[in-house]
């Protein structure tokens, strides 16, 4: 069994953090997606802000008033899990993705294949890859793996 994280008070955004939420992704993405050209980057800012936090149901931790981490899924899978570099080691990202598996029920989560850390990241609470796809959403060559926790 998964041990709780440390507690942090998990809330929901309202459209007006979306733009907060935005600047923890490219933060964290800046970080851990090497792999990405800056123009990709630059693709899926807005598809992120103007769709994508949209068809999403969210969820964020807020450390001295500021997002630390958000995490993004729909009705079977995780597809957002992001925590701001500067709050890294402090469980959010841990407490979000228990808070996903233990309240939400969830047990799927895709990662980008050069995302080396993410994958040692979800394989540690347990997921595996399933399956793989050979490009990203947007048709990108930027394989994923699928994972489920198992």
């Avoid at 008070?9 to 600047?23: G, M, N, R, V």
């Avoid at 964290?28 to 123009?39: A, D, I, M, N, Q």
């Avoid at 994508?52 to 001295?64: A, N």
């Amino acid at each position: 069994m998964i041990k709780k994280a440390t507690a942090y008070k998990i809330e929901k955004p309202t459209a007006a953090d979306y733009p907060e939420l935005l600047q923890v992704w490219e933060a964290s993405v800046r970080t851990s997606h090497h792999f990405l050209k800056e123009e990709d980057i630059q693709v899926f800012k807005p598809l992120i802000l103007h769709q994508y936090f949209d068809l999403l149901s969210l969820f964020y931790i807020r450390v001295d008033q500021t997002i630390a981490g958000f995490l993004g899924t729909s009705t079977d899978k995780i597809e957002m899990l992001f925590v701001h570099p500067a709050y890294h080691g402090q469980q959010i990202g841990k407490q979000l993705l228990l808070y996903a598996i233990h309240e939400l029920k969830l047990c799927l989560v895709d990662v980008n294949e050069q995302n080396e850390k993410a994958l040692s990241y979800y394989r540690r609470f347990g997921f595996q890859v399933i399956n793989r796809s050979a490009k990203d959403g947007l048709g990108k060559p930027y394989p994923l793996l699928h994972l489920q926790l198992l």
